[in-house]
């Protein structure tokens, strides 16, 4: 592939994360359905969704019916204490929707900490539209794109002198923040998602993988096995387990065109962050076209 006039990437392929890649089936529309089966909110109240025909999807401009907002919120109350991109892992403090109410409810969204003399600010949250620049672009999400989306407590804690010490950041390096305030960092939106991009690679013999942490309930599993079952590609591979230590990892299935969708099993959309060992061998046997099931 040629980015320009003077440099040639020698692209093999990719592998990409728990990535939202079809706005018809990812995100919200699985998210609901991943908590229900998560045992985080009752079928019953899954069931209202269907019942009030509530749709999502942030690539169209749909106007569901009022009774789906005060679902959502059920269901916001019912994960507050929980990370949603990791809804069995512990969380610190009260969880990221607990610290959000905490925000909007008056708590100063910004902090600030005396360093070398000079006081140094940062924002506490973060703001849907700094988070995902293109939510402000759509009319459905405006509103909800001005306020604070999360709260963020590595603020307070990578701020702290003795942390900022201890890391040797020099002083006069500005306060740490989740999201940039950059302008470079704007990112467009694109309605038709990701998908397309895997058939027209797929032509040129480039070899894709996807893979997804099985408990993130932001980009859960259910709407990526979705996608990946509507592109209708023959299976080389039928599921199989594949394995670090003796211990299963997580599963896989492979497809004819030099495509293979995996699961890591008991991490959500960090994957890497929280099995380091298995996803450094996994990432390794995919880069040198090894099998996943060899240890």
């Known amino acids: 592939m040629r980015g320009d006039n003077t440099t040639t990437y020698n692209l093999k392929g990719f592998a990409i994360g728990n990535g939202i890649t079809d706005w018809n089936v990812d995100a919200a529309p699985a998210t609901f359905e991943a908590f229900v089966n998560f045992n985080l909110i009752s079928p019953e109240l899954y069931a209202q969704f269907a019942q009030y025909n509530c749709k999502y999807n942030v690539a169209k401009n749909i106007t569901n019916d009022p009774h789906c907002a005060g679902l959502e919120t059920q269901v916001d109350n019912l994960i507050a204490g929980l990370n949603p991109y990791d809804v069995y892992r512990t969380t610190y403090g009260n969880g990221p929707q607990a610290q959000k109410r905490s925000l909007q409810a008056g708590k ?122 509507s592109l209708q590609w023959p299976i080389t591979k039928e599921w199989t387990a594949w394995t670090t230590d003796g211990q299963i990892s997580g599963n896989f299935i492979e497809f004819a065109e030099n495509f293979t969708f995996l699961t890591v099993h008991g991490v959500g959309h960090m994957a890497p962050l929280w099995k380091r060992k298995d996803m450094q061998s996994m990432i390794l046997k995919y880069i040198h076209g090894e099998d996943f099931t060899t240890n």
Request: net charge neutral; with cysteine.
């Open 108 to 229: 100063s969204e910004f902090g600030e900490v005396e360093i070398g003399g000079e006081i140094k600010k940062y924002q506490r949250g973060v703001r849907l539209e700094q988070y995902t620049p293109w939510v402000k672009h759509n009319p459905l999400l405006r509103d909800a794109a001005a306020k604070i989306s999360f709260g963020d407590p590595m603020g307070d804690y990578l701020n702290r002198a003795a942390v900022r010490a201890a890391l040797n950041i020099p002083q006069s390096v500005q306060a740490w923040e989740g999201c940039t305030t950059n302008p470079l960092f704007n990112y467009p939106f694109s309605v038709e998602a990701s998908i397309w991009i895997y058939t027209i690679l797929q032509r040129y013999g480039y070899t894709l993988m996807h893979y997804s942490g099985d408990t993130d309930g932001v980009v859960p599993t259910i709407g990526t096995r979705r996608w990946v079952e």
